[in-house]
Nanobody
Framework: QVQLVESGGGLVQPGGSLRLSCTAS????????IGWFRQAPGKQREGVSC???????YYAGSVKGRFTISRDYAKNTVYLQMNGLKPEDTGVYYC????????????????????????WGQGTQVTVSS
């Protein structure tokens, strides 16, 4: 069982930045692909970005060029750096994990689908407001 924990959310003004972290307690994330998702009030959860175990990445069009996903194997952590935040980025952000050693052919549109993943964190709130 993989237990994921997100952190780094908060309140930020439009144009600001936040860095979200996703860590796993008791498990190594080395052979997992990780996805970031968000859910705004009254809306469906949507995929934001994903990264494979060998660091291939993919982004939703709405965040491409503003968000960067990365992983630090030594810290067993996956990050989502969010720059140029907009009010429409507001929501609860979740990380999710999928066992995936080696090159991941699913890093692409499939990586932004909830059903791709086996494990989920509890989420961290991001609010973009002036």
């Amino acid at each position: 069982q993989v237990q994921l924990v997100e952190s780094g959310g908060g309140l930020v003004q439009p144009g600001g930045s936040l860095r979200l972290s996703c860590t796993a307690s008791g498990s190594s994330l080395d052979y997992f692909g990780i996805g970031w998702f968000r859910q705004a009030p009254g809306k469906q959860r949507e995929g934001v970005s994903c990264i494979g175990s060998v660091s291939a990445t993919y982004y939703a069009g709405s965040v491409k060029g503003r968000f960067t996903i990365s992983r630090d194997y030594a810290k067993n952590t996956v990050y989502l750096q969010m720059n140029g935040l907009k009010p429409e980025d507001t929501g609860v952000y979740y990380c999710a994990a999928k066992p995936s050693p080696g090159p991941a052919e699913w890093i692409g549109p499939r990586g932004l689908q909830s059903r791709t993943y086996d494990y989920w964190g509890q989420g961290t709130q991001v609010t973009v407001s002036s």
